[in-house]
């Protein structure tokens, strides 16, 4: 008995560390990633790239731990699919795609993006609605994209003049600040992402997915057997 308590203890531990310094599962929720990645695939998320953070509690207790986060081999760049914190949530994790950093200049124009100013190539992108808002056309919700007027270029300020008025379609030159990152859904008109909430610091960076593991296809009732032992990309 005592030595079954042993090992059962030893196994436990060595989930722990494994789940918070190396590797993490994480299942897809929604379809803001389609096609890339789909509703039902379960991913396993390397921490070690970016550098995992130590817990903040004692497992099973109440016990504050000192929170440092560690030095990963890699940082988040242009193209990485990302797990991170919900900034608005932080109980919640999301995946989307990192598109800007550190003073990158961020603009929509009729669904395309642009990087300082340089149009992007995107074949993992899809477009599900035809439509595209701007503002001209009433298709804009002033509450959901406020938060950019303060990051706009200034250029950009002297020309909209305080009448800036963003879309899910159409929006920017912001400027992303240094320690941000700008996140955006593959799925690209059923995505909440940076668009509506902001910038995705740093510190909530928790890792890149890496494998699929495994992929159900809820509406079937059936694995998908195709997508097993798919890297991500």
């Known amino acids: ?26 299942k897809i929720p929604t379809g803001s990633m ?41 940082t988040p760049k242009r193209g990485d699919i990302i797990v991170f914190k919900y900034p608005l949530d932080p109980s919640l994790d999301y995946v989307k795609r990192c598109v800007a950093a550190n003073g990158d200049t961020v603009e929509m124009r ?4 642009y990087i300082n100013n340089v149009y992007q190539d995107e074949p993992y992108v899809q477009h599900t609605d035809p439509k595209i808002r701007r503002a001209d056309n009433r298709w804009y919700d002033s509450s959901s994209f406020s ?29 992303v600040p240094a320690g941000k990152h700008f996140c955006l859904g593959d799925n690209r008109d059923e995505s909440a992402d940076s668009r509506f909430w902001g910038f995705v610091d740093r510190s909530l960076i928790k890792g890149r997915p890496i494998i699929l593991y495994f992929s159900w296809n809820r509406k079937h009732w059936l694995p998908r057997f195709s997508r097993i032992g798919y890297i991500i990309q």
């Open 110 to 113: 009729d669904k395309v993006l």
């Open 147 to 175: 938060w950019q007027y303060q990051y706009l270029t200034e250029e950009a300020k002297a020309k909209f003049k305080g009448r800036y008025q963003s879309t899910r379609d159409n929006f920017g030159p912001i400027v």
């Open 34 to 74: 389609e096609n890339t990645l789909l509703v039902g695939d379960f991913l396993l998320v390397n921490k070690l790239a970016y550098g995992a953070t130590t817990p903040r509690k004692l497992p099973f207790l109440s016990v504050e731990l000192p929170n440092f986060r560690l030095p990963g081999y890699d």
């Open 1 to 26: 008995m005592k030595e079954w308590v042993k090992s059962l203890g030893l196994a436990l531990v060595l989930f722990l560390v494994i789940r918070t310094f190396l590797v993490q599962a994480f």
